[in-house]
T-cell receptor, first 112, second 113 residues
Framework: SQELEQSPQSLIVQEGKNLTINCTSS?????LYWYKQKYGEGLIFLMMLQKGGEEKSHEKITAKLDEKKQQSSLHITASQPSHAGIYLCGADRGGSNYKLTFGKGTLLTVNP | EADIYQTPRYLVIGTGKKITLECSQTMGHDKMYWYQQDPGMELHLIHY???????EKGDLSSESTVSRIRTEHFPLTLESARPSHTSQYLC????????????FGQGTRLTVV
């Protein structure tokens, strides 16, 4: 199965600081998704990356898929308490056997 | 805003009871999924469907069953609930075709006592 490793498992930062979350796959990624979850709620889609080297940004969050398509990073600039939550990377195998599976998540705490 | 709904949001039920968790979407999506989420955050895929009358087991073995009689509806059933079934259950849907965004419901927090 597609194995996704996220690091760090948890992260505590001071408001205003930058941070990076990594997602590494043991296999080539055909589509890499980043989601955010508030505790006890559903997942909110952040962005999707497909092409090696692709980089996308939304407000202060930037995600990149490396050239070999086996690792992605999520970078938050000037973090705010609203960024706190669980960040999950997800991936699918591509083709007709589509199953969206996820890494273990990174719990982000932003202290004011 | 995603048009995918899960009911109930919270459920506390006794051991041995039969329960059904409801999931409905109004987006006409062919693909639907059920995930079980650990207290430690990890999401495990337990069931998925590619369309009406299609159901597949996910990566994590589950005693639950699912059905897909209508495109918009993907209920999950536990015939006899046990404390080990206590968890957060999340339903999602996505359009057909590769690499499309999956939309998630708000989840059902199930507690079996």
């Amino acid at each position: 199965s597609q194995e996704l490793e996220q690091s760090p498992q948890s992260l505590i930062v001071q408001e205003g600081k930058n941070l990076t979350i990594n997602c590494t796959s043991s296999k080539t990624l055909y589509g890499l998704y980043w989601y955010k979850q508030k505790y006890g709620e559903g997942l909110i889609f952040l962005m999707m990356l497909q092409k090696g080297g692709e980089e996308k940004s939304h407000e202060k969050i930037t995600a990149k898929l490396d050239e070999k398509k086996q690792q992605s990073s999520l970078h938050i600039t000037a973090s705010q308490p609203s960024h706190a939550g669980i960040y999950l990377c997800g991936a699918d195998r591509g083709g007709s056997n589509y199953k969206l599976t996820f890494g273990k998540g990174t719990l982000l705490t932003v202290n004011p | 805003e995603a048009d995918i709904y899960q009911t109930p949001r919270y459920l506390v039920i006794g051991t041995g009871k039969k329960i059904t968790l409801e999931c409905s979407q109004t987006m006409g999506h062919d693909k639907m999924y059920w995930y079980q989420q650990d207290p430690g955050m990890e999401l495990h895929l337990i069931h998925y469907s590619y369309g009406v009358n299609s159901t597949e087991k996910g990566d994590l073995s589950s005693e639950s069953t699912v059905s897909r009689i209508r495109t918009e509806h993907f209920p999950l059933t536990l015939e006899s609930a046990r404390p080990s079934h206590t968890s957060q259950y999340l339903c999602a849907s996505s359009d057909w075709g590769g690499f499309t965004e999956a939309f998630f419901g708000q989840g059902t927090r199930l507690t079996v006592v």
